[in-house]
């Protein structure tokens, strides 16, 4: 089965870890849904959240201190379970 992360684990793996990664992702505009991609980061993340233009969705970006490549890709697995989220 193709592993739909092997093409960004082949890209990070070329970085030194630990280092800062930066996480972006649109969710629905709702205080739920937005309270759950919040969630994914530690407090120690910068997090930003940007309402869209017209209000009906909320990026959430986060730059956060990662240890290696399987802890990226365990938070954006972590991230795929949030109906509605996109990640850029």
Same mark, same amino acid.
């Given at each position: 089965?193709?592993?739909?992360?092997? $093409?960004?684990?082949?890209?990070?793996?070329?970085?030194?870890?630990?280092?800062?990664?930066?996480? $972006?992702? @649109?969710?629905?505009?709702?205080?739920? $849904?937005?309270?759950?991609?919040?969630?994914?980061?530690?407090?120690?993340?910068?997090?930003?959240?940007?309402?869209?233009? *017209?209000?009906?969705?909320?990026?959430?970006?986060? *730059?956060?201190?990662?240890?290696?490549?399987?802890? @990226? @890709?365990?938070?954006? $697995?972590?991230?795929?379970? @949030?109906?509605?989220?996109?990640?850029?």
């Amino acid at each position: 089965m193709n592993d739909p992360y092997e $093409k960004l684990r082949v890209q990070l793996e070329l970085q030194e870890w630990p280092n800062v990664f930066m996480f $972006k992702f @649109i969710v629905p505009n709702t205080s739920e $849904k937005v309270a759950l991609a919040s969630a994914l980061f530690d407090d120690s993340a910068d997090l930003t959240l940007r309402p869209s233009s *017209k209000g009906t969705y909320m990026s959430v970006s986060a *730059k956060e201190l990662m240890m290696s490549v399987d802890s @990226i @890709i365990e938070k954006y $697995k972590r991230a795929s379970q @949030i109906e509605g989220l996109v990640a850029l």
